[in-house]
């Protein structure tokens, strides 16, 4: 599905995995790609691909680029590329895309709205709000707090 070879960013090759029996609560932010096999409720951004596997349960507002829907997500999702919803797969809310990227095998569901925008801003990353971890006790959001 994901052919189209892009630019590598730092932190690219790195993959996120929220294993089963695994849940998180609130920001959740990776460079590279991020696959749910547990739970997870929040807000998502991944910038690469973010899979949701066959016993993965999300209920977010999701940015990425390209999504792979194996289990179940209730939100809404913003996609620069390609999202597949699997035969296994259910996303119940809103999809917004730049194009009509859109695949659903038999047995995937979909229930909710497809938009496609042409507002490019939409789909760009902001990653003045991610958390950055100052060390095994601290961490910090993304922010500029300086005087």
Do not use: C, H, W
């Amino acid at each position: 599905m994901f052919s189209k070879k892009t630019s590598e960013i730092k932190g690219s090759k790195a993959t996120t995995i929220v294993g089963e029996g695994v849940v998180i609560e609130g920001k959740f932010y990776s460079p590279g790609s991020t696959r749910i096999d547990g739970m997870v409720s929040g807000d998502i951004i991944s910038e690469k691909e973010f899979i949701i596997g066959k016993e993965g349960k999300v209920e977010a507002s999701v940015k990425t680029k390209n999504a792979v829907i194996a289990g179940i997500l209730k939100g809404e999702m913003i996609a620069s590329g390609e999202v597949e919803i699997t035969s296994t797969g259910k996303f119940v809310g809103t999809l917004t895309q730049k194009d009509a990227l859109l695949t659903i095998s038999k047995g995937g569901v979909f229930k909710g709205e497809n938009i496609i925008s042409a507002k490019q801003e939409i789909f760009k990353i902001d990653k003045s709000n991610k958390i950055i971890s100052l060390d095994n006790n601290t961490a910090v959001s993304g922010q500029n707090t300086s005087k």
